[in-house]
């Protein structure tokens, strides 16, 4: 298993199989300790890549679409608590257009009556807390659970609460 910390000699950049990716945060992450800490953690079976383009942007480069697709898919990942947000490149965009501002959150919803714990009921609290994406059905299946849990997508340069 291999993990580039940076681009290997004689490989093109696939954008296919890149995310591009930012820190929430307003302070300097320590880059080279990032990237290894991300390869450790994603442990991506083709490898990858980590660059920073431009300051307090990241190319993350995968050499598997399973592994881009594995990260993709299971954020939020956080840095030292600094919450990363990444996004896919479509159809060879330039990653500096990329918008990084929607993130991944799973929810609990409390005090729903027992007859009521649907995933209607956790589509329509969309309303008041932004886009439904996920309902948790293996988990919400409990009748005893005093909450439902749903995905829902949010838009860090909005405030959570008015």
């Known amino acids: 298993m291999e993990f580039y910390l940076s681009k290997p000699e004689g490989n093109e950049v696939d954008l296919f199989l890149c995310l591009v990716g930012r820190f929430l945060t307003n302070i300097n992450i320590h880059v080279p300790v990032m990237k290894q800490r991300m390869a450790d953690l994603w442990r991506p079976i083709g490898g990858i890549t980590i660059d920073?383009?431009?300051?307090?942007?990241?190319?993350?480069?995968?050499?598997?679409?399973?592994?881009?697709?594995?990260?993709?898919?299971?954020?939020?990942?956080?840095?030292?608590?600094?919450?990363l947000i990444l996004g896919a490149i479509k159809n060879g965009k330039n990653p500096n257009l990329?918008?990084?501002?929607?993130?991944?959150?799973?929810?609990?919803?409390?005090?729903?009556?027992?007859?009521?714990?649907?995933?209607?009921?956790?589509?329509?609290h969309e309303i008041f807390i932004r886009s439904f994406l996920e309902y948790d059905e293996k988990y919400n299946s409990n009748f005893l659970s005093l909450f439902i849990s749903i995905l829902v997508l949010v838009d860090v340069r909005k405030p959570l609460k008015n």
């Open 98 to 124: 990329v918008l990084l501002h929607m993130v991944n959150f799973w929810v609990q919803i409390h005090k729903i009556p027992v007859g009521f714990k649907s995933q209607v009921v956790g589509e329509n």
């Open 52 to 83: 920073e383009p431009i300051p307090t942007l990241f190319l993350f480069h995968f050499y598997h679409i399973v592994d881009m697709q594995r990260v993709l898919n299971g954020d939020p990942w956080n840095f030292e608590k600094h919450m």
